[in-house]
């Protein structure tokens, strides 16, 4: 039962590898990949409160992992379920688009329980890989050739972090004598603020903050939102970054509280990323490209959660992720639903979404909102709890600086509410949202809320699990 979620995943790959051998084998792989997706998110339910170590104790369970597992397996479920047409996606290769998409989610399960350097890494880079290979798999018969250059892009960032991040690794050992995160936490304590430490820690960082779509590390982003297909994007965008929280916080916990220098940089860091994000989003036309640049400014603030190096500021940062998870897959949802053929929606072609579907207008609605941080949602809170706490270690001017990025979002975010509820939807036909996005729509609007009104048992939750973190 400590692994029951990997299982059913390795278990689901395995089969769809064999389903991938036959021919016309598109709706056998869906049926497959359909009863996976369930299988893995009782699974995840059922196991949360599993508690244990495996494999030499590299491999550890406890609440911290399971609650990034459940995450995951529901971000992967509402994606299977809004994109179950796979619009973007040729019938002869979905058994393959399953069998990598499943074979991401298995890394990044594996990487939230990895408390081992090289178990680590390996779990990294099966999802790594795995994601490298879903973005070119874009149908391109509608004459879409950008999900090659996304890809590239993709793999070659990619791989260049992972060198920095091996580098920093053995800059660990060399220091430690250890690839455990706990003798590495425990020998680390009395020279935290070395710059030994600091360096090989930044180097590890990099690799993590790729993930997160953070600057320096943000080239590939608004690339593979643009090329990859829709509901590629929309797991991209969504589900790697909760794991990659995950990374950030492990890592995190490696540093002295004393290290000041730590956070100033991660601090430095984070404001180029939000002002880097947002300005950019003010002038794109395509929406995914606009949501791309908007999760490189997202990176940032989360961020500001971390630069405290304290528990509160880690359970603000798994807070607002969550949040972030929840409005990126609105987004995604109302993209996908829009989206006629698997093409990119621009901005203009959401005029008179309030006419053409109601409900997918004010799922809209609640994303855009909450991704701009207005109370009562979700985003609010959650920028509320980082600044709080920010400012109550000092960070004043990092503060401002954050609050004059939300001021900049709102209006890009704003600016495709207006075009949803006041333009005229001309001679667009309506969207016809099958029962299920639908009803996904109204959960997703009900945890925006939820989340937002009342987040006291989110962080209550969250509190408990970063514990365990700075324990590892």
Request: net charge neutral; with cysteine.
């Amino acid at each position: 039962m400590l692994i029951a979620p990997e299982i059913i995943l390795l278990a689901g790959s395995t089969i769809l590898f064999f389903v991938s051998l036959a021919r016309d084998n598109s709706r056998i792989a869906q049926a497959a990949a359909m009863l996976t997706t369930f299988a893995l998110m009782a699974a995840s339910v059922v196991c949360l409160g599993q508690h244990g170590e495996l494999f030499f104790k590299s491999y550890r369970i406890d609440l911290f992992s399971q609650i990034f597992k459940l995450l995951i397996s529901f971000g992967l479920l509402a994606v299977m379920l809004f994109g179950a047409r796979l619009k973007g996606i040729s019938d002869d290769v979905r058994a393959e688009y399953y069998l990598f998409l499943f074979l991401a989610t298995l890394g990044l399960m594996m990487v939230v329980s990895s408390v081992e350097l090289l178990t680590l890494f390996v779990s990294l880079e099966l999802s790594s890989f795995a994601l490298y290979l879903l973005v070119p798999l874009r149908d391109d018969s509608g004459g879409i050739r950008a999900q090659m250059e996304a890809s590239a892009k993709y793999l070659l960032f990619g791989v260049m972090v992972t060198g920095i991040m091996l580098f920093g690794m053995s800059y660990l050992f060399g220091l430690t004598g250890s690839t455990y995160l706990a003798d590495i936490m425990a020998r680390l304590s009395g020279i935290g603020a070395e710059p030994a430490v600091i360096v090989a820690v930044a180097m590890v960082l990099c690799a993590f903050c790729f993930k997160l779509g953070m600057f320096p590390f943000h080239f590939w982003l608004p690339d593979v939102y643009q090329g990859a297909s829709n509901e590629t994007a929309a797991y991209i965008a969504a589900v790697p970054k909760v794991a990659a929280i995950a990374l950030v916080l492990r890592a995190a916990a490696l540093f002295s509280p004393d290290a000041a220098s730590v956070g100033k940089i991660i601090g430095v860091l984070a404001v180029c990323s939000m002002f880097y994000g947002n300005i950019l989003a003010l002038v794109q036309k395509d929406i995914k490209r606009m949501l791309g640049f908007s999760g490189i400014a997202h990176a940032g603030y989360v961020m500001l959660g971390v630069i405290i190096l304290k528990e509160s500021g880690y359970a603000a940062a798994v807070y607002y992720i969550t949040g972030y998870l929840v409005m990126n897959l609105a987004c995604f949802l109302v993209i996908c639903a829009v989206s006629r053929e698997g093409e990119n929606p621009a901005i203009e072609d959401f005029s008179g979404l309030y006419q053409r579907s109601p409900l997918l207008a004010l799922t809209l609605a609640c994303a855009m909102f909450a991704l701009a941080g207005i109370p009562p949602f979700v985003g609010f809170m959650g920028k509320f709890f980082l600044l709080a706490g920010a400012l109550e270690n000092g960070f004043l001017f990092l503060v401002i600086l954050a609050a004059v990025n939300t001021a900049i979002s709102i209006y890009y975010y704003l600016s495709v509410v207006r075009v949803a509820y006041t333009a005229d939807p001309g001679d667009r036909e309506p969207v016809r949202a099958g029962f299920v996005p639908q009803a996904i729509g109204l959960v997703l609007i009900m945890a925006i809320i939820v989340m937002g009104v009342l987040p006291g048992r989110f962080l209550e939750i969250a509190g408990e699990a970063v514990k365990l973190v700075s324990g590892a």
